[in-house]
Structure formats: structure tokens, C-alpha cells
């Protein structure tokens, strides 16, 4: 391609709702153009960058024997309604743009295909001999995200790779996971990032098991949890790990204390005299579900550990059907005007004991539990530990399980994982954390959706049984901007070879000079005869604002056609380091070639 006929406009300062480098990249060197919130064109040097992406991931797809197909953007809202998903999408996150048709028929443009896919494989799919079988599809998604940022990462439409498969067996779905597995670990190394599979929360998607994988680079929005031996990597969200040991209690007998002022487990601590592992913290939440009730959740915890939110919603979701529910719309600590709607009394907020009686929940209120009580795994062995004695400025110090209060029938891991802490692997070892952007996400969906929307197989013995799924991710766009993220300097983009929009740019200095245009097309065209993607910058333009631009939309070798054209030779330079290598005319397309191959294996 040249420069010059092609639509090329690049930006001498960042734009400037731009908040990451990434994103102030990809504008200012004329990949996207935002068009409004969450909303950007995908400029012709981008689309190059995702052809090849999307290359990438079909022939890693294609080779584990996966199908190519297209589903529908558009999805009629019973097929969510019968998954029991319509709600949480449209209600709860609000993430589904809902619409309705001139016949007033409720549709939604998808940010995912489960029900889609299941629907298709109700229909199709009778016998396990038709089984394992597993398609996917790369195309346009919507999110209506709350505050559409960076770029491309956290757009309201995107570019995606989704599959979808069906097995007979747990067994079959785990060897398809592990093949997707191996598929992703291709794929991500081959595009050239630095990346991490780490264990992962299932989210809205649901399912037994799920793993996702991050490229590393500071701005990343998901922290990941890891030790060096390599064994153990999570999300924050899903980590698991040994807290610190508890220390020593100094209480020896149950004693009520006057504790003004100390709502906070540090301020409390510093009153009492005693560390926050001798502390049993009691944490209330409101967990609304889908039929309507409102379920008012006791969360015990030692005091020096956190409740990870996202454990409770897990845990509070598996009692879903107790409430008549399928799934939460929203988990949030009831500020006082929520309060009012069902108090019968003010609650003594940072004095709240295990033991709360029901009394300060009215009688008659919507409210399905007057207290869900549950603990986490850290309180249980406490002993002689301190806590809130129910009236404000007092706690209770040297009580025990047993005796003073009774533990919660429903033990359970809400806490979060912290830095520092121990692996489970390793007890001797430390968790360290690094940012990551999560790029791919694979899941073991198991039977959710086949069982929510009745599609079954009958099995060798003539049985009737539910399909067993798995499903499988890729955010095709976002690893585009993502491997940005991860490779750039002061100047600009460095592309991983593989997926740059063009390997090789030719810059001509002096578009006005015979020679040096007489060998830029000579070069260009035996580029073109090699296999090599080549750009050539013909444009009447100073010789140092093509440099400019070179480096600012990074290409990985530039070839210039400039003084040492003399000497029979070409300045070749590498985007990656900067070096430079004067190579004799006919030796740069060969070297090239050379050294593209051996980038695109490396990777």
C-alpha cells in the first residue's frame, strides 16, 4: 500500500478524553476514531491489525476442529427469559441494550450467544452420536457499559470470539476445555504478549470452572494474585490463600467494655489493645433477587480480613431458589434511608454482635429473612476473641463459639484474598500481584443453560439427558489494544510482528529524488513478491515527520532510502530497539523475510 492513497492522519497531542496510553495511541496514530461514548471506527490500519488477529484465532480454532458460524446480533428476549438471564442483563448489571420491534416484540442486541447457541442446539442436536461438537463465531458485541473508558478495552460495541460447545459427558466437555486450553496459550503467544491463565470467577456466564487470560501491563483493571513457583495465579476475585496466623488473644474472660467512638476495626483495636485477628467483624448487606425479595445477609469475619463481594454473590446465588429466585439484582450495605424501609429500631452500626437480635427488623416487612446469617472460614476457630456488644460505644471482649454465641450454621470463604498472604500450595511462601487485562476467558458451563431451556440428547442407553456445555471467549478488539498496552514508548507503538498493521514501511526522504524513489518501488515490489506486508511512504512530506510517523504507528522495520543509497546500501531500522543496520540493496527484502520469520516463531 502507499502512504499516499491511503486515509492517514495522525495527531501531535493526545486527545483528550484519553486516560491510557494505549488509547491515546491508537487515535493519535490514525487507528480509531471515537464516534461517541463506548463508540469507535475501526480506521484502515486498525482493521489490518484485527484481520490478522482474527486470523490468528481461527486458525488455532479451526485446528482443534471447531466450526465457524454467525448468529444473530439481534435476540428475542424469551430465549433469555427461559435462562432465567433477562433480568440480571437488563435489570440488574443493565448491561443488555433491550429494544422492542414495531410488533412490540422485546429483543436484545447480545453481548453474549449461551441461549442463542443452546436454542440452535435444542433443535439440531438428538443423539450422542452427534456429539462432541463445538462452534464459534467472531463478530460485533454490545455492553451498555455505565462508564465506557479506555478505548477500546471497555467499549459498548466490540469485536469477539465466542464458542460454544456440546458434550454428552463431563469427561468430553473437559477435554475440549483443555484443548481451548492449549488453543488460547497458541493464540495469545503467537499475537506476541506477555500473558498470564489464572483461576477466574464465573460472573454472570455461571458454570463449575472457569480460567482467564490476562495480558500484564500496568493499566490493567483486573489484579491478579501469583507466586513465583509458578503453581498458583487467580483474579483477585476468585483467589484462595492462607491468612497470616492469628496472634495471641489478650481477653481471658467475657467482659462487656465501654469503646467510644470506635466503629472501625482500627480504632478498635487501638482501645482494646489487641491485634484485628482477635476480632470477630460482623458486616451487613442487602441482597435483593430476581422474584423481589429483599434478604437482609449477617457476614461474620475475622477482623483484620475483607468480604469479597463477589464470593458472597456466589455463595447468596446458590440459595437463590430458597427466595423463589433464580439469581441477585443487586448486593449493596444498606445506607439509613434503605434501613428505614425495614428497621424497627436504629441498628448499632460497627457494634454489631453475631447474636443480633431479630427484633430490629419489623414484623411486618418485605424483608424474606430478618437476618441470612452466615461466617467465613477465618472466625471459626476464634477463641476468647472481641466483638460488637449491640449498643453503640461498647463491644464484648473474651467471648467464644459456644458459650456467648452460636457460629452460623452456614460456613463459608467470602474473604479476599490479600497480598502477602500464604498460598494454600505453599504455606511457607507469599502471594504477589501483578495488573492484568483480561483478553480470553474460557468456562465449564456444565448444564445451566441446556436444563434452564429443555435442550437434550438421548444417550447410548436411550436415556433422555441434558447437553453438556462449554464456552469459550475471546475479546478480539481489546487484544488489539491490549498488545498496545503492553509495547510502546515515548514514541509510539511497538507492534508484535504478527499483527502489525504492515511489517515493513519504506520511507522515502526525498519523494523528489529519482533514485531514492527508483529503489523504494524496486523494494517495495520484490517486498510485495515475498510475502512481506509492506507500506511505502511516498508522501511529499519532510523527511522527519515520516520518521515521526513511523515510529508513532510502529511498524517493526523501516527501511530508508536515504544517504547511504550511495553506497549501494539501505538503512534498515528495528521499531522494537531502534538499531540500525546498513544492508547492501539486494540483502534487505531476503533479511527481512529472515527476520519476520523468525519473529512470528519466537512468538
Known amino acids: 500500500m502507499r502512504l499516499s492513497q491511503m486515509l492517514f492522519v495522525t495527531l501531535r497531542d493526545d486527545p483528550a478524553d484519553a486516560e491510557i496510553p494505549s488509547h491515546k495511541l491508537l487515535v493519535r496514530a490514525g487507528f480509531i476514531r471515537r464516534l461517541g461514548s463506548g463508540l469507535y471506527a475501526y480506521l484502515p490500519l486498525m482493521w489490518r491489525v484485527l484481520e490478522k488477529v482474527k486470523h490468528i484465532v481461527q486458525e488455532e480454532m479451526n485446528r482443534t476442529g471447531a466450526q465457524e458460524c454467525l448468529l444473530p446480533q439481534l435476540q428475542p428476549s424469551e430465549l433469555w427469559k427461559m435462562s432465567g438471564r433477562w433480568d440480571t442483563y437488563t435489570e440488574s448489571e443493565g448491561i443488555m441494550f433491550a429494544l422492542r420491534d414495531r410488533l412490540e416484540r422485546e429483543l436484545g442486541l447480545g453481548p453474549t450467544h449461551e441461549e442463542v447457541i443452546t436454542a440452535i442446539a435444542k433443535e439440531m442436536i438428538r443423539s450422542y452420536r452427534q456429539l462432541p461438537v463445538n462452534l464459534y463465531q467472531i463478530q460485533t458485541k454490545f455492553r451498555d457499559e455505565i462508564r465506557p473508558r479506555f478505548g477500546l478495552m471497555r467499549g459498548r460495541e466490540f469485536i469477539m470470539k465466542d464458542a460454544y460447545s456440546f458434550h454428552c459427558d463431563e469427561a468430553s466437555l473437559k477435554a475440549t476445555y483443555g484443548a481451548m486450553d492449549q488453543a488460547y496459550r ?108 429483599t434478604v ?78 452466615l461466617a467465613d472460614q477465618t472466625a471459626v476457630d476464634l477463641t476468647n476473641f472481641a466483638t460488637g456488644a449491640d449498643e453503640v460505644d461498647y463491644h464484648v471482649t473474651g467471648a467464644n463459639w459456644g458459650t456467648d454465641f452460636t457460629l452460623p450454621k452456614l460456613v463459608v470463604d467470602v474473604r479476599k484474598a490479600l497480598v502477602g498472604d500464604r498460598p494454600v500450595h505453599d504455606p511457607q511462601g507469599k502471594l504477589k500481584t501483578a495488573r492484568g487485562i483480561e483478553v480470553g476467558h474460557i468456562f465449564q458451563l456444565g448444564t445451566k443453560y441446556s436444563q434452564a431451556m429443555g435442550a437434550t440428547f438421548t444417550n447410548e442407553q436411550g436415556e433422555e439427558k441434558p447437553l453438556v456445555m462449554g464456552c469459550y471467549g475471546i475479546g478480539v478488539s481489546r487484544l488489539a489494544q491490549a498488545a498496545v498496552e503492553q509495547s510502546y514508548d515515548k514514541d509510539g507503538i511497538i507492534w508484535p510482528t504478527a499483527i502489525a498493521p504492515y511489517e515493513v514501511v519504506i520511507v522515502v526522504p526525498n519523494v523528489g529524488d529519482g533514485a531514492q524513489m527508483q529503489v523504494a518501488d524496486q523494494i517495495y515490489a520484490e517486498c510485495q513478491a515475498a510475502g512481506v506486508d509492506v507500506l511505502l511512504d511516498d508522501r511529499s512530506e519532510r523527511a522527519g515527520v515520516k520518521f515521526k510517523d513511523s515510529e508513532l504507528i510502529g511498524i517493526p522495520y523501516r527501511v530508508v532510502t536515504g544517504k547511504s543509497l550511495k553506497q549501494g546500501q539501505l538503512e534498515v531500522v528495528k521499531r522494537a530497539d531502534k538499531s540500525v543496520q546498513n544492508l547492501a540493496i539486494a540483502t534487505v527484502v531476503p533479511t527481512l523475510a529472515d527476520w519476520i520469520k523468525a519473529d512470528k516463531k519466537a512468538s
Request: hydrophobic share 35%.
Open 296 to 373: 437482609l445477609v449477617l457476614v461474620t469475619i475475622r477482623g483484620d480480613q475483607e468480604v469479597n463481594e463477589v464470593k458472597l454473590t456466589n455463595e447468596l446465588t446458590k440459595l437463590a431458589s430458597d427466595y423463589e429466585s433464580t439469581n441477585i439484582l443487586s448486593l449493596t450495605v444498606p445506607d439509613e434511608k434503605e434501613q428505614q424501609k425495614w428497621a424497627a429500631k436504629p441498628l448499632p452500626l460497627g457494634y454489631i454482635s453475631p447474636g443480633i437480635s431479630d427484633d430490629y427488623i419489623a414484623k411486618n416487612t418485605s424483608v424474606a429473612d430478618k437476618f441470612l446469617r
Open 186 to 293: 497458541n493464540i495469545f503467544s503467537r499475537c506476541g504478549l506477555d500473558f498470564r491463565a489464572v483461576d477466574a470467577d464465573s460472573g454472570a456466564i455461571g458454570g463449575s470452572g472457569s480460567q482467564e487470560f490476562m495480558v500484564l501491563a500496568d493499566a490493567g483493571e483486573d489484579e491478579i494474585l501469583y507466586t513465583e513457583d509458578g503453581q498458583y495465579s487467580a483474579n483477585i476475585e476468585k483467589a484462595v490463600s492462607l491468612p497470616a496466623e492469628v496472634k495471641p488473644s489478650p481477653f481471658k474472660e467475657f467482659k462487656k467494655q465501654s469503646t467510644p467512638d470506635t466503629a472501625t476495626i482500627a480504632k478498635m483495636c487501638h482501645c482494646l489493645d489487641c491485634d484485628g485477628s482477635n476480632v470477630v467483624k460482623n458486616v451487613l448487606y442487602q441482597a435483593v433477587y430476581n422474584a423481589g425479595k
